[in-house]
Structures are given as C-alpha cells and as structure tokens.
C-alpha cells in the first residue's frame, strides 16, 4: 500500500500589480515553488499590471509537503527580474476546502527571513549532573539549505542559543549540505520552561549575516524523553514585526485543489479490471452499463483524470481501441445535432485527448517542429485584426517612413498564408509518419459517424469528427502553448504569441471545413479564406488517405504504449559508474548521449547508436547534487539504483557540454548557468519521480563528502493545455 498526493494548479490571473518599470506597467510571470524548491514558471504577460494567465497544471507530490508558494515576478531584460510579492498556501490550508481553494488572494511583500529550505541533523540529551541536569546539543550537518550567494551556496554556521547564552558552530564555507559535528553543552535548571532554538545563518564578510531558518526544543518534553535524534525542517523566523502591505501589492486568482490517494496492491482491483475489460469487449452487444455509470456520475472537474487513468488500463490490457470505439458509439447514440459532435467535455472527448498525447506526441513534433521553431526564430510582427493594428517604421537609415496599416495587414496576411500552407503540406505528407493504432482509431470514428450520419448532406460530418480532434483538440492547443506540448524549452514572448494565436484560428477554420459559421465568427480573418479554402481540400485528402488501413496492416503497439511525452531531456553528459574497483577520480567519466523519458535514463556513444544502457526510472531510490570538492568540478550529480539483479549501483553525471540556444555559443557566466540549468532539470525529474518506500543504504562508492542516499520532496509536473482568454 502506498499513499501519493496530486495538486492541480491553475493560475488565473493578477490585478492592481505595482509598476516596476519606467513605462508605468510590469512584465509579470509566476513562479510555484514547493517547500521553497522551485517547479512551475509561467508565460510572461508583457506591458500590463492586470495579467492573465489561465495555466494549468497537474503536480504530483509526496504527502509530506508543507505549502506551497506563488511567486509573482517582473522580468526585465538587463537586469535581475524584481519580485513583485507572493501568495503562500499551507498544505492544512488547501486540505480544509474539500472543494478546493478558489478566489482572489492578497500578495504579501516577500521577507528574506521567511524565504527558508532545508533540515538540520540534530542530536539533543539530557544527562544528570553533580548540581543540575545537562543539556547537550550536537550539531551534526544540514541538508538542502537556501542559497543565500551569487555562486548559488552559502556559508553556513549554526547559533545554538538557551537561557541567554549563545554558542555557534564554525564556518562552512560554499556549501548547502554542510557538516559540523559540533557538540554544545547548557545547564539545565530544575522548572526552566524556555526553549532552545538552533538558528542555521549564511555567513558575509561585508553585509549582514543572511537567516537560513530555526527549530526551536521543547525543554521540558526532552527531559521525558532524555535523548531525542533526527532531521528536522527549518522553520522562519516569525517572532519579527511584519509590515502589512496586502492590498498594496495587488492581487492574484489561483484555482488549488488537493487530492490524497492510498493506493492498494493490484490484487485489489483485479475484480473491477476483469469487469470493465468483459464490458469493453462485448462493446454496444453487452448490457453496457458499467462505462455510462462512470460518465454520468463523473464530475466536470475531475473527468479528464477518470478518462487518463481508463486509457492507462485499458492501453495495459490492449484494449485502448476497443474502450474508444465503445465511448464513440455511446456518444454517437445521444447526438442528434452534427453541429455539436464530439465538441462537449465528454468522457469520449476526454480519453481521445488523452490518447493522442499518449500515442501521437512524436508524430506531432514531426509535423509542427519545424514550422513553431520557424515562428520563434522569425519574431514577425503579425496581426490581421484592424483594431490592434501597431503602426511602426520601415526603411532604412535616413528614409524611415510609417508602414501603413494595410501594408502591415497585407504583410502579416502573407506571412500567416506561407506558415498555414507550409502546416498543410507537412500535414499532408504524412500519412505514413502517423502511428497505425492512431490511424486505426480514426478509421473506426470515421466509419461510425458515417454509419450515424448517412447521405450527402452529411458528406462532411465523419471528416469533421476526425478533424475535431485532430485539429481542435491537438494541433490547435499545440500551436497556441508550444511549451506544455515540449515543442520549445519556453514560453513564446508576445508579438511570437499573438502570431501563433492566429495561426491556430486559421488551422482551426480548416478543422472546421471553413464552414460559413466559423468565417462569420471574425471577417478580418478573409485574408487567408482563398489559404483555408485549399487546405479543406488537402486536409479532407490526407483524411481519406489516414483512415485507408486494413486490420493487417495495424501494428500491435497498444501494449507497448504508455502514456509518455517525447524524450524530457536529451544530450551529452558524462558518467561514471562504480564498479567498486579503485578510487572514483574526475578522469573516470565517459561522455555518452543520453536521453531521458519517462520510463528511463538510456546511455549510448552517439545519439543514432543501436545499442545502449538504460537506468529504469522505476529502479532509481535516490537522486542527489555532489559539491564541487568531491571531484573538483561543477555539475555533477549521483544516481543511487538497483540493477536487474536487485544489487545497488551508484552512477555519477556531469554536465560539461550542452545544447546551445539558435546556434550562438555561449561563453563566461551565462555558459555556466545555462549547464546548471540544464544537469538540474535532469535532477529534478529523476528526484520527483515515484520510487519504493524502501530507502537503500549509503553506497560504498561514495567519496568523501556526499550525502547518503535519501528521497527530497520534488514535484513531477504534467502540464495541461492552458485555457485561453481569447478562445479561438
């Protein structure tokens, strides 16, 4: 049996946020951080202090987690961004709304002394004395501290402080997982009821020493207990006057709901797995009662998770196909009206969503790759509504004259019909790229809806239901967010946005079959109508050609999907893994290419080699940064894992090169940033994802200076398409 929690975020929008810049508004973003550690970033909202954001997001966490934090920032371009203010939610806070939490919260200014992380080894006794009792403190080492420097550590010391007397522990210096070993000594009074605080601090030369966090004792429930050992979390210091700035700072909109899960043994759900799958195979034949229940008793809210998790039972048992094909007949059986097929939150809608995250990702990085990256690099300024229309200068130096506002709208015309031609003609050559189990789901929609819909007045009602998917449901979120569909590392900025945003209404009006409601809906649209028009054609082509596939030719890859998204990270790093023979020097490490996904961490000489070596996810126990005095080097992390055979195994990682950004090479500072981020965002997934409850022992390989194995409180994150405030 184990126990997980989930937390789905959505991050609405900000009002009444303070100016940070010059102009007289802000570029706002938000940061969620977990117990301090940071895990979502959103898009940057440019020029406004009433921001909307409309992200979602799944995270999954361990039950233990404490709060969590939204961070309302405003990047600038030259300068380190400026921290707006923060809304900080406990998780005894969220837990108390069953419902979830919803509404408007105040930010609140961000003190220093409360922005702690981390936990303090300590060792507290009581012995008896010639006159009084003794009370000893040993300081044994720190984990996970703040980094409170610009060379992202800190220098810490410990104050331990009682009835007056402080006594401090000496200086760590670069460090976040310091070890002192210190031991402290205070007479303890008969009836003294003041407690002993341990204060971790980063130590300056020059300004004021920086709080890292406190735990306070109870005295007169250690002289029960006589000796008392463990880790325990850092607390802030909130004995200081704060200032009330709530209001001040503006507000922020944020939907929070949390969900505890005990999960049983599979045994457990063996009964009502063999029930569902009876149902799934006998489809409309069998009493079909079981599958309706669900949808009916389903809540909005909640039913895009029930349809992830059928599709994962059902992609397990190789009945992902037959569970689709029952779910299209169902909602083809209670629609009447061809207008609103397929276009509610139904379960069918849902577990079709979830389907094609699961088994066409690849496919459609091969489609829209090429031309999302193609937007990013170009930075066009494009926009075909009049209204919004931002006159600007062309020419050269000494002939400058404003553009006009038909030749921006004839210019932006131009460039969206060469993106939606260049889209359709990928889309069109493709056919064979797309997945067989993609193509034989399609082929049985297809056949019902004609089956539902007979006669030529509904000739285009199958390839609009093909299209309400593959257009509406996927390509078109894709185009808007290339970010939570991995199409990009980030979030597109704001002339990139809106030129994305049109795209998607144009593939959209294709999807459509450019019917005349959806040309009604906005005329400054018409320039592209004669681009539309065509692609109707070619997309109602590589309809016809994408159903085209006999039972032969279906591959068996259902049992073999999972419900993963395209490598999380991938490049070269280089590893080291023990072997328990001779010293682990830096020379040892071997550069490999390395992928990672969501099933394992694959090593091999070249990114095209056959053969490789694979770390399982699921045998990773622990994941953890190695200080640079380990090996006399930056970037490097361990990997504690079971091998096939169940033994321990320790695998070392550095970063020495990495990806760079549209070609150009970074050097100096931004070089070094640019590889920490990239051996943390490996770190981060292997930390957050779901292992054993049993933790293993410190491995013999360990130089001097590491930590023991052990699991940190990471949150894996599963992004969801974001709703858009304008809705195309």
Same mark, same amino acid.
């Given at each position: ?14 009002? %009444?946020?303070? /100016? ?24 940057? @909202? ?33 300068? !380190? ?9 406990? #998780? ?85 997982? $310091? ?20 204060? /971790? ?6 300004? !004021? ?82 599958? $309706? ?20 039972? +059902? ?18 059986? #209670?629609?009447?009206?061809? %207008?609103?097929?397929?276009?509610? %939150? ?7 969503? =979830?389907?094609?995250?699961? /088994? ?56 969206? !019909? ?11 050559? =493709?056919?064979? /790229?797309?997945?067989?189990? @993609? ?8 056949? !019902?809806? #004609? ?114 998204? $395209? ?12 072997? &328990?023979? &001779? ?21 091999? *000489? ?24 380990? +090996?006399?080097? =930056?970037? @490097? ?44 965002? @490996? ?7 779901? #292992? &054993?409850?049993?933790?293993? *022992? ?31």
């Amino acid at each position: 049996m184990a126990k997980r929690s989930s937390l789905y975020i959505r991050i609405v929008e900000g009002k %009444n946020l303070p /100016a940070k810049d010059i102009t007289g508004s802000s570029d706002p973003y938000c940061i969620v951080k977990v117990d301090n550690e940071p895990i979502i970033r959103t898009a940057t @909202v440019w020029k406004t202090l009433c921001p909307f954001w409309g992200e979602e997001y799944q995270v999954h966490l361990p039950p233990t987690f404490h709060a969590v934090a939204f961070y309302v920032m405003d990047e600038d371009a030259l300068s !380190r961004d400026d921290v707006i203010g923060k809304v900080c939610l406990t #998780r005894d806070t969220i837990a108390s709304h069953p419902k979830g939490f919803s509404g408007w919260a105040h930010l609140t200014e961000v003190d220093p002394d409360e922005e702690v992380q981390g936990e303090i080894h300590l060792r507290l006794e009581v012995w008896p004395g010639a006159r009084a009792c003794r009370l000893r403190c040993s300081v044994l080492e720190a984990r996970d501290l703040a980094p409170k420097d610009r060379n992202g550590t800190s220098d810490p010391f410990v104050r331990v402080r009682y009835k007056g007397r402080t006594r401090e522990t000496s200086i760590v210096k670069k460090s976040c997982y $310091p070890r002192w070993n210190e031991t402290f000594e205070f007479e303890l009074q008969e009836g003294a009821m003041e407690a002993l605080c341990v204060e /971790a601090w980063d130590w300056d030369l020059v300004s !004021r020493n920086d709080f890292l966090g406190k735990v306070v004792i109870d005295v007169q429930r250690l002289r029960v207990v006589q000796q008392e050992e463990g880790w325990f979390r850092l607390q802030p210091d909130q004995s200081k006057s704060r200032r009330h700035d709530e209001g001040n700072l503006g507000s922020l909109q944020l939907e929070v709901r949390l969900r505890d899960e005990t999960v049983l043994p599979s045994s457990y759900y063996q009964p009502l797995v063999h029930l569902l799958c009876h149902e799934v195979k006998l489809g409309m034949q069998g009493p079909g009662q079981l599958i $309706p229940l669900i949808e009916e008793t389903t809540s909005t809210e909640c039913r895009q998770d029930v349809a992830t998790n059928l599709l994962k039972l +059902f992609l397990g048992q190789g009945l992902a196909k037959d569970f689709l094909d029952l779910l299209f007949q169902l909602e083809l059986s #209670r629609t009447s009206e061809t %207008n609103t097929l397929f276009r509610s %939150n139904s379960l069918a809608s849902k577990s079709v969503e =979830s389907f094609l995250k699961v /088994a066409g990702m690849q496919y459609l990085h091969g489609v829209l790759g090429p031309i999302i990256n193609k937007v990013f690099e170009e930075k066009k300024y494009v926009e075909l509504d009049p209204s919004k229309v931002e006159v600007k200068d062309v020419g050269c130096s000494g002939l400058h004259r404003p553009q006009t506002e038909a030749e921006v709208l004839e210019q932006s015309a131009q460039t969206l !019909r060469a993106h939606l031609g260049a889209l359709l003609s990928a889309l069109s050559r =493709s056919v064979r /790229a797309c997945p067989a189990v @993609v193509r034989a789901t399609f082929r049985q929609l297809f056949r !019902r809806v #004609r089956e539902r819909f007979p006669g030529a007045q509904h000739e285009n009602v199958p390839f609009i239901a093909v299209t309400s998917f593959l257009c509406l449901r996927f390509f078109s979120p894709a185009i808007m967010s290339p970010k939570l569909f991995h199409l990009r590392e980030r979030h597109a900025d704001a002339r990139t946005s809106r030129t994305l945003l049109l795209l998607a209404k144009a593939v959209q009006n294709v999807g459509n079959m450019d019917t005349p409601a959806s040309r009604a809906k906005e005329a400054w649209m018409e320039p592209l109508q004669p681009t539309v028009h065509q692609g109707v054609a070619q997309l109602k082509d590589f309809i016809t050609k994408l159903v085209d596939i006999e039972e032969k030719d279906e591959l068996d890859l259902q049992r073999t999907l999972s419900l993963q998204a $395209p490598p999380v990270k991938e490049g070269p790093l280089f590893i080291h893994r023990t072997k &328990g023979k &001779g010293p682990l020097m830096s020379s040892s490490f071997k550069k490999l290419y390395f992928s990672l996904t969501t099933e394992a961490l694959s090593f091999a *000489k070249t990114p095209s080699s056959k053969k490789s070596a694979l770390i399982k996810l699921a045998n990773i126990r622990a994941a953890e940064k190695v200080e640079e005095k380990s +090996f006399g080097g =930056s970037h @490097v992390m361990q990997v504690i894992y079971t091998d096939d055979a169940g033994r321990p195994q320790t695998a070392y990682l550095q970063c020495k090169e990495f990806p760079f950004v549209s070609g150009s090479r970074a050097t100096g500072k931004s070089s070094d940033i640019r590889a920490t981020k990239y051996i943390w965002r @490996v770190l981060e997934y292997l930390r957050a994802w779901p #292992r &054993g409850q049993r933790r293993l *022992k410190s491995s013999p390989h360990q130089p001097p200076g590491l930590l023991p194995s052990r699991c940190l409180p990471w949150g894996q994150v599963e992004l969801l398409p974001p709703k858009r405030r304008d809705s195309v």
